[in-house]
């Protein structure tokens, strides 16, 4: 039963690579969004997404796609890894882009770029 | 962007005591105000929300907001070693796109 989950929980890769974080939520919201947590535990909002359209592009390199195929699903692809994003990256959802409504995060997954 | 400001910690605090968790934040058009306790390695979670002045109490939670003086903090009564932990100020404005401003989190150590 869980609600918002990710995948993978742990991505090792090299420098240049390109990989992808898959999101789900079963919780029925209309937005998502992904944020980053750094390694001082700084966590920053990085995309928002309301019914599959782009409602939030933070200042984030071009190398970060965010995808949302329907709005249950958003997924971030991140082309020619660098060093700098190792980092632990949260998806999360609301009901809607409201200011009362409560952000549910998931798991996280911990990406260590060698 | 617009800061949210926490004291990094670690604050350290006897079983059974108050922990007083302060947030400060610089956006005066900010709406909505969230904690969110966060164990290592753990995905954040909800605490409180609190939107308008005053007190907002949760069982052994209590969030205050003053607008005025732009500041939001964190009471734990009865402060237990399992709440040992980092707790995130969350700050939502409209500007915002209504995406979390987080402050860098106060790590709070409960010694039993």
């Known amino acids: 039963d869980t609600a918002v989950s990710q995948t993978p929980k742990y991505l090792v890769t090299q420098m240049g690579n390109d990989k992808s974080i898959k999101c789900e939520q079963n919780l029925g919201h209309d937005t998502m969004y992904w944020y980053k947590q750094d390694s001082k535990k700084f966590l920053k909002i990085m995309f928002s997404y309301n019914n599959k359209e782009l409602i939030i592009n933070e200042t984030v390199p071009n190398r970060f796609s965010p995808k949302s195929p329907d709005k249950a699903h958003l997924n971030l692809h991140i082309n020619s890894l660098e060093l700098g994003d190792s980092a632990v990256y949260f998806c999360a959802s609301s009901q809607a882009p409201r200011g009362w409504e409560t952000q549910y995060f998931g798991p996280g997954t911990r990406l260590l770029v060698l | 962007q617009k800061e949210v400001e926490q004291n990094s910690g670690p604050l350290s605090v006897p079983e059974g005591a108050i922990a007083s968790l302060n947030c400060t934040y610089s956006?005066?058009?900010?709406?909505?105000f969230f904690w969110y306790r966060q164990y290592s390695g753990k995905s954040p979670e909800l605490i409180m929300s609190?939107?308008?002045?005053g007190d907002k109490e949760d069982g052994r939670f209590t969030a205050q907001l003053n607008k005025a003086s732009q500041y939001v903090s964190l009471l734990i009564r009865d402060s237990q070693p399992s709440d040992s932990a980092t707790y995130l100020c969350?700050?939502?404005?409209?500007?915002?796109?209504?995406?979390?401003?987080f402050g860098k989190g106060t790590s709070l150590l409960v010694t039993p």
């Open positions: 956006d005066r058009g900010s709406q909505s």
């Open positions: 609190i939107y308008s002045n």
């Open positions: 969350a700050v939502l404005t409209s500007n915002s796109g209504y995406a979390l401003n």
